[in-house]
């Protein structure tokens, strides 16, 4: 059974850095991985996007503070996020996507506070 867990989640100041990690268990890869966030009662957003071959796309808002990467192995994905900004809060998910077959974690809550 695949399974997607998030790590590394928690509160943090204005101005200050966290690691997200999406780790695999179970015979799947993240040839695509995607990030993505909700608030309530808000739509989940993409975050960022890395492709099978390394392309990588952000969302406007965190261009030049997010960087998505994965292991060589692409069993292990991440989201390095620096200077968090208060409208960064949000419950982070990581999807991964191989084969034509998806699957989600179930979430890590960011705080940022001001």
């Known amino acids: 059974q695949v399974q997607l867990e998030e ?11 966290l690691r997200l990690s999406c780790t695999v268990s179970g015979n799947f890869i993240l040839a695509h991985l995607a990030w993505h966030r909700q608030t309530p009662g808000a739509q989940r ?17 965190v261009k030049g503070r997010f960087t998505i990467s994965r292991d060589s192995a692409q069993t292990t994905g991440y989201l390095e ?8 809060t949000a419950v982070y998910y990581c999807q991964g996507r191989y084969n034509g077959v998806e699957y989600w974690g179930k979430g890590t809550q960011v705080t940022v506070s001001s």
């Not at 957003?45 to 808002?61: L, P």
């Not at 996020?81 to 208060?86: F, G, S």
Request: zero cysteines.
């Open 81 to 88: 996020m620096n200077n968090l900004k208060p409208e960064d």
């Open 7 to 17: 790590s590394g989640g928690g509160l943090v100041q204005t101005g200050g850095s």
């Open 45 to 61: 957003e993409v975050v960022a996007e890395m492709h099978t071959y390394g392309y990588t796309i952000y969302t406007d808002s």
